[in-house]
């Protein structure tokens, strides 16, 4: 487990929507080896104060434009936190980590501060397991390994594409799990990293996250930004768009053969004094349309001839069109942003 | 989570291949409310010493000639620590506790003593979740739920047929993992209980186990233990038993909708001093056969018409006869055995 983290190799992506992005001070001795992308909320007119001595490079709104065009930027969206998803199409490294700004460090157990970006680029570098549980969770830490009854010829695994880490104190719940529970918080450090099992899906939060972007970049990215463009931005299905882009990850790595982790790295989300009733009124859609994407998703089977992640993902936005076109129609603004995404992607790449 | 459980409801059940099972008088203090099944191995002849005060009923060769005869007998063979299953047979309970010789109790990080029993029943007792991974764990968990993405419609859950705990210590390694890593000893408590999902296999152990005898009873067998009837105990494939139990078991929890949990509770087991070489000249032919039990389990499909656990298990019986006629005549034997073991359940339980 042991492993040089190369610090060329990784960008931190953080999205602003606020002129002050001070929670960058409490990373400022975990993220200074490394390189920070900043990428400005299109909507935020204000200059963002970067703290001094961060290596970063900021985007603007004006970098989007130049960059992308404004067709392409306003079928894109990118509107709130998803303006993110630039920072990971400007990026050339192969590892990014990205988190929501009311993120701090946590604590382990022995009180020491928790650097999660060492412990995704661990799980990153380490195999994933998707083709056979092991009970005792990740085989490759140190410590482990695969237990009595895993089949020898699974065990060197396939590519961990994605590590979804965890949060101490405020949990990552809908509104009306807030709203039944306004005081649970997460106490409970579970010591653990494990593959989500080939076919089995779960919800992706975005708010403590690492990829592969060489793997997976092309569909880190949702659509559900896209709608707004020219209005102010709707927000009924708040909160849905990681949810989202989680589905269609795993449903991309099950089809390619790549694996996603989850468990530690935790971080700290602070009290963030939010009114879960207001939550709920930004979610109330999302809450309702995900009792109808997750059979589809369940179902979803993608072509043979789907040989790359981009053509996944705009498979995916083309069925999106058709599956969901009763649903709302938002959602063939959704499956044209997702196609035009893989083509942005090309485009960068190439 | 906090839950009273019924000791009327719950049996003990442990098999005794040796004169001497001292190993139950560490556990006196949690096992004291309940009663034991003690199943004494049929080959062994030496009266067996059971701690006094301890609530239980042997059961030796005599009973299970007297209750199933003398043919089924040899046909479920019941050699070894494989016994057990007789146990499970007599015991009229809901739930069944069941763990091997070298475990006492573990400590929790606390330093107090775990009562794994408790935990178990409180893992039988709540439902499991196989539809949808849920990045908290057991969501029913005190200070823990269905995160925010996770669907409502699949909160209810599906009833837990089987909960598999964990060992401090010693790992439950394979023979050539053992030989690797003579000296690594698991000392990571993972303070988590989870479903394993829909459609992923895992390796059960029966080290330390629990399981809703009503729901899933009638698989708890393997068939394995019968080769050997009239001659001498057949090695090759030992410990193979319980992994080869849980395939079957996971296949028709997958088929009739139950769920499995692995996680907590803790056993210590104690050094055994075995030879790892040794292990290996009784496992080889295990490992070697998993190649091919494991894409065989992967792709089976039970029919729509088996709707009960005790059809699933005989129809998977039927199928390993079919299957594996070519990879050992022993499977043959295996697939009849599975097929009495159906047969005598249906008898016992009518």
């Known amino acids: 487990m042991a492993m040089e983290i190369n610090a060329n ?11 002050d992005p001070s929670f960058l001070e409490a990373w400022m001795p975990f993220f200074s080896p490394y390189h920070v992308i900043v990428v400005q909320e299109p909507e935020l007119e204000e200059n963002v104060k970067v703290p001094s001595g ?3 490079t900021l985007y603007t709104k004006h970098d989007m434009e130049r960059i992308l065009g404004i067709g392409v930027l306003n079928s894109l969206g990118f509107r709130g936190h998803s303006c993110r998803a630039f920072g990971y199409l400007m990026s050339k490294k192969k590892y990014i980590f990205s988190l929501d700004d009311d993120c701090i460090p946590a604590k382990d157990p022995n009180g020491y501060l928790i650097n999660p970006l060492e412990q995704h ?14 009970t005792l969770y990740d085989p490759y830490r140190d410590g482990s390994d695969f237990v009595r009854g895993y089949p020898f010829s699974l065990r060197q695994g396939v590519p961990c594409a994605i590590s979804c880490g965890l949060w101490m104190n405020l949990p990552d719940y809908d509104a009306p799990t807030q709203i039944l529970k306004p005081d649970e918080r997460n106490t409970r450090y579970v010591d653990a990293v494990l593959t989500v099992p080939h076919g089995a899906l779960f919800p992706m939060s975005g708010i403590n996250i690492a990829f592969n972007r060489e793997i997976i970049g092309p569909a880190m990215f949702s659509g559900l930004a896209r709608s707004g463009a020219g209005k102010p931005l709707l927000s009924r299905y708040d909160t849905l768009e990681d949810i989202w882009c989680g589905l269609c990850c795993k449903v991309i790595c099950d089809h390619l053969g790549y694996g996603i982790k989850t468990g530690l790295p935790y971080v700290w989300r602070k009290e963030d004094f939010g009114d879960p009733m207001v939550s709920l009124s930004r979610e109330y859609e999302g809450v309702k349309w995900l009792e109808e994407i997750v059979p589809f998703f369940q179902a979803l089977r993608l072509p043979r001839t789907a040989l790359t992640v981009e053509d996944c993902f705009a498979e995916i936005g083309k069925q999106v069109k058709d599956k969901f076109r ?8 959704v499956g044209t942003s997702m196609e035009d995404w893989a083509k942005a992607w090309k485009a960068a790449s190439s």
């Open 326 to 333: 009763n649903l709302d129609p938002l959602f063939s603004e």
């Open 121 to 134: 680029i661990v799980n990153l570098m380490n195999p994933s397991t998707p083709f056979f549980f092991n």
């Open 9 to 19: 190799e990784v960008d931190i992506v953080v999205s602003v929507t606020r002129p």
């Open 54 to 56: 961060l290596n970063h």
